[in-house]
C-alpha cells in the first residue's frame, strides 16, 4: 500500500487526525497483507515525527523521476 500526498489541513493539525489516518492505513495493510511505502519531505520533522512513532524506517537513497504534463487541471483540494 504505498501512501501518496496524506496531509492534515494546517488549523485541524495536533488533534490526533495524522494519527488516525495512519492507524486506518496500517489497518487496512495488515488486512490485505500489504506492506506500507511513503514518501516525506526531509524538511517535514511533525511527518518525520508521525511516521516514526509507527515505525517507518529510512531506506536507502532512491532515485524519482518526475515528468510534469502541462495544461492539465491541478488537484489543490482537501479532504476533511
Not at 500500500?1 to 495493510?29: D, F, R, W
Not at 531506506?59 to 504534463?69: C, Q, S, T
Request: charged share 20%; proline share 5%.
Amino acid at each position: 500500500l504505498y501512501i501518496h500526498h496524506m496531509a492534515v489541513v494546517p488549523n485541524k493539525q495536533n488533534q490526533g487526525i495524522g494519527t488516525k489516518l495512519m492507524e486506518e492505513c496500517i489497518s487496512l495493510a495488515k488486512e490485505y497483507g500489504y506492506q506500507l511505502k511513503l514518501e516525506v519531505n526531509v524538511d517535514n520533522p511533525a511527518a518525520w515525527h508521525l511516521y516514526e512513532k509507527f515505525s517507518f524506517k529510512e531506506l536507502p537513497v532512491i532515485v524519482f523521476l518526475l515528468r510534469e504534463i502541462f495544461n492539465q487541471p491541478k488537484f489543490g483540494g482537501f479532504i476533511y
